[in-house]
């Protein structure tokens, strides 16, 4: 009897006991491997309550690190300004009929001085004149209202936008994503660009000249612009192609007419002194922002001809990828995914707020799982390609310069898993000559 009590009593000989065993005892390394495995841990009911709490504590670091660049922590060397002022002040000049000067630096931080106080720091303004339109418009508001409506309304339109993506998803998961704070703290415009390509791709299969529209006004930030011809063509989206033409030299003849040729002919002039704020290895402190793979090599190995060279191979490597996904009738959460985390890892100059595109990818990949369901790894995969951002910015140069591409390029390999997936389910579907 005792015997046979022991065997009972054994979990290698009772599967029943084993099976009771196994629930009471904490998850094992198999047990966590294959909960992550299976996204468990992100389940939809549970993500929510996550990014309620990374929103706290993002904002209480946004409160403070903000609070700290305007000296109200410590007394400050000298004052501090964000590259809204970069805007602003190229919309001032703009508005008092001088916007050839927004491209001469002396001039241009003269007036970034003026409207904010003097002793800040210089912000460069590359953009061309196209952008111009807008900043002038944002000068005629004061600085401070300008910079709060102009943040405010970009936001508001990048969360409509993502909703209509993912719709249903918490308005906190949105409001969570790193570069969004980055963005706004910078005082830079990738809400705008974030917004304009949401959109973009949400209508490109349905209403392609509204998506070609939208494209083409992402003329204001070409070098973002260098994979959308690419998956148009690949795809065979002609009217969206052929809108976003129109709509991108529409935008830089009324620029001529309104600001003159003189002001593109600075434009290119100090376009094509970029290099001196760019491309030098003992500035990768500065550089380590940047999201690709030049950036990338700069913070490892500070060698800017092996940065470059690099760049080269990855860029053409995401145009294939993004070549290949567009030209199959794939299904379009992952061909928009591709094609938008691939941008700030393809385009030659891009720094970590612009991120907000692989935001974007991340939510198309999201919808693509609730509609077909998530591959393993998929839903952990997304979530730290998520989280990765926090590592953007104020931290150890190597680390900034590594975590934002690896984002984007984890983004793009899942994005890539599935498509194969997708491929090997229902074979080749080429679009018809």
């Given amino acids: 009897e005792d ?7 054994s979990p290698g ?4 006991r084993a099976d009771l065993n196994r629930s009471a005892r904490p998850l094992h390394v198999t047990g966590w491997a294959r909960a992550f495995r299976r996204g468990d841990f992100w389940a939809r009911d549970r993500v929510g309550g996550y ?8 904002l209480a670091v946004f409160v403070y690190c903000t609070a700290g660049a305007h000296g109200f922590i410590t007394p400050l060397d000298r004052p501090n300004a964000s590259d809204f002022v970069s805007f602003y002040a190229a919309g001032s000049l703009a508005d008092d009929g001088s916007p050839a000067l927004v491209y001469d630096q002396a001039a241009h931080w003269t007036r ?5 106080e003097a002793g800040i ?10 952008f111009l339109f807008l900043c002038a418009a944002l000068a005629r508001l004061p600085y401070l209202v300008a910079f709060c409506i102009f943040q405010a309304s970009c936001l508001l339109a990048c969360l409509v936008a993502a909703r209509r993506i993912v719709p249903g998803v918490p308005l906190a998961t949105l409001l969570a994503f790193p570069a969004i704070f980055w963005t706004i703290g910078t005082g830079q415009n990738a809400l705008l660009t974030a917004a304009l390509l949401a959109v973009a791709t ?3 299969d349905t209403r392609p000249a509204l998506a070609g529209i939208l494209m083409g006004v992402l003329c204001y930030k070409p070098h973002l612009g260098l994979l959308l011809p690419v998956a148009l063509v690949a795809g065979r989206h002609w009217r969206a192609f052929w809108a976003a033409s129109l709509s991108a030299l529409s935008l830089v003849a009324a620029s001529v007419v309104t600001f003159g040729w003189t002001t593109w002919r600075a434009f290119l002039t100090a376009a094509s002194q ?3 704020v760019y491309g030098v290895a003992d500035t990768k402190v500065d550089l380590a922002g940047l999201t690709n793979a030049y950036g990338a090599a700069l913070s490892l190995w500070g060698n800017p001809a092996l940065a470059i060279q690099l760049q080269i191979v990855v860029t053409l490597c995401i145009m294939g990828a993004v070549a290949w996904v567009w030209a199959g009738q794939h299904r379009l959460a992952l061909r928009a995914a591709v094609l938008l985390a691939g941008i700030p890892v393809a385009a030659p100059i891009v720094l ?4 907000m595109s692989t935001g974007l990818a991340i939510a198309w990949l999201v919808r693509d799982g609730h509609e077909h369901g998530f591959p393993p790894w998929q839903k952990t995969g997304l979530t730290i390609a998520f989280l990765l951002p926090l590592l953007s910015g104020n931290l150890d140069a190597t680390v900034q310069g590594v975590a934002s591409p690896l984002a984007a390029f984890l983004v793009i390999a899942l994005a890539l898993r599935a498509t194969v997936q997708d491929y090997q389910v229902y074979g080749v579907r080429w679009l018809p000559e």
């Fill in 13 to 16: 000989l009772n599967p029943r």
């Fill in 3 to 9: 015997a046979s009590t022991a065997l009972r009593s």
């Fill in 121 to 130: 720091p210089y912000n460069f303004f590359y953009y061309p004149p196209v």
């Fill in 112 to 116: 970034e001085q003026q409207v904010t």
């Fill in 202 to 204: 949400l209508a490109v």
């Fill in 352 to 355: 970590f707020y612009d991120l």
């Fill in 51 to 58: 990014a309620a709490v990374l929103l706290t504590f993002e």
């Fill in 274 to 276: 970029t290099g001196s």
